[in-house]
C-alpha cells in the first residue's frame, strides 16, 4: 500500500550549471545580433530620409538625422565590442567544462592506479624478481659447467654425431622395402583346362594320320 503513497523521484538531470550559463550568454549573443540588423536598417534609411531632406531644403532635419545615424553607429560598434566579450565568456566556460571533464578522468585514473598499487606488494615483487634472477644465475652456471667439461675435441664429436643421425634418420625415410626372393608358386590348372590343352595337341596327329 504504500508505494502507492510514494512521489516518484525526479530524474537527475544533466544540464549543469555551466550549461545553463553558456545557453544564457549563446541567447544574450542572438539578441544583440538582431538590435545590430535593426541598427543597420535604420542607419540606411536615416541617410536616405537626410538626403531627401536636402533635395527638399530642410538642412536642419537633414542634419538631425545625420546625427542620429553617427550615434547609432556608436552603439553599433559598442554591440560588436559586447558581443566580442560574449563569444569569448562562452569559449572560455566551455573550454572550462572540458578541462574538467580531463581532471575528472586523471582522477579516476589516479584512484584506478593505486587501487592496482595497493593489490601489489612490494616485498613479493622482490621476491619474484629475486627468484628470476637467480633461476637465470643457475641456468647460466649449469651452460658454463658444461661448456667446460667438454673439450673441442668433445664438441666436434658431439656435432659428428649429431650429423650421422641427421643423416640415418633420412636414410630411413628414403628406403624401399626389399624384393622378396622365393619364386612365386605356380597357380593351379583346373581339370577342365587341361583337358583342353591335351584336346589342342592331339587334334593335329590325328590330321596327319589320316593324310
Given at each position: 500500500m504504500g508505494s502507492f503513497f510514494t512521489k516518484n523521484k525526479k530524474p537527475i538531470s544533466r544540464v549543469t550549471e555551466q550549461d545553463k550559463a553558456v545557453l544564457q550568454l549563446k541567447q544574450q549573443r542572438d539578441?544583440?545580433?538582431?538590435?545590430?540588423?535593426?541598427?543597420?536598417?535604420?542607419?540606411?534609411?536615416?541617410?536616405?530620409?537626410?538626403?531627401?531632406?536636402?533635395?527638399?531644403?530642410r538642412k536642419e532635419r537633414a542634419k538631425l538625422l545625420l546625427r542620429k545615424k553617427k550615434f547609432q553607429e556608436t552603439l553599433l560598434i559598442n554591440t560588436d565590442k559586447q558581443l566580442e566579450n560574449l563569444e569569448k565568456l562562452a569559449a572560455d566556460i566551455e573550454y572550462a567544462q572540458v578541462e574538467m571533464k580531463v581532471l575528472n578522468g586523471l582522477?579516476?585514473?589516479?584512484?584506478?592506479?593505486?587501487?592496482?598499487?595497493?593489490?601489489?606488494?612490494?616485498?613479493?615483487?622482490?621476491?619474484?624478481?629475486?627468484?628470476?634472477r637467480e633461476g637465470i644465475e643457475k641456468q647460466h652456471e649449469i651452460d658454463s659447467l658444461l661448456s667446460e667439461a667438454l673439450s673441442e675435441q668433445d664438441e666436434e664429436d658431439v656435432?659428428?654425431?649429431l650429423e650421422a643421425l641427421a643423416a640415418e634418420e633420412e636414410t630411413e625415410k628414403l628406403k624401399l622395402p626389399e624384393v622378396p626372393q622365393d619364386e612365386l608358386p605356380l597357380p593351379l590348372e583346373d581339370e577342365t583346362l587341361k583337358e583342353s590343352k591335351a584336346a589342342i595337341i592331339e587334334k593335329p596327329k590325328k590330321v596327319l594320320l589320316e593324310a
Open positions: 539578441r544583440l545580433k538582431q538590435y545590430q540588423k535593426r541598427i543597420e536598417l535604420s542607419l540606411e534609411n536615416d541617410r536616405q530620409l537626410a538626403k531627401k531632406c536636402l533635395a527638399s531644403g582522477k579516476q585514473g589516479n584512484e584506478a592506479l593505486k587501487k592496482m598499487h595497493a593489490m601489489l606488494d612490494i616485498n613479493e615483487i622482490e621476491k619474484i624478481m629475486d627468484e628470476t656435432l659428428m654425431e
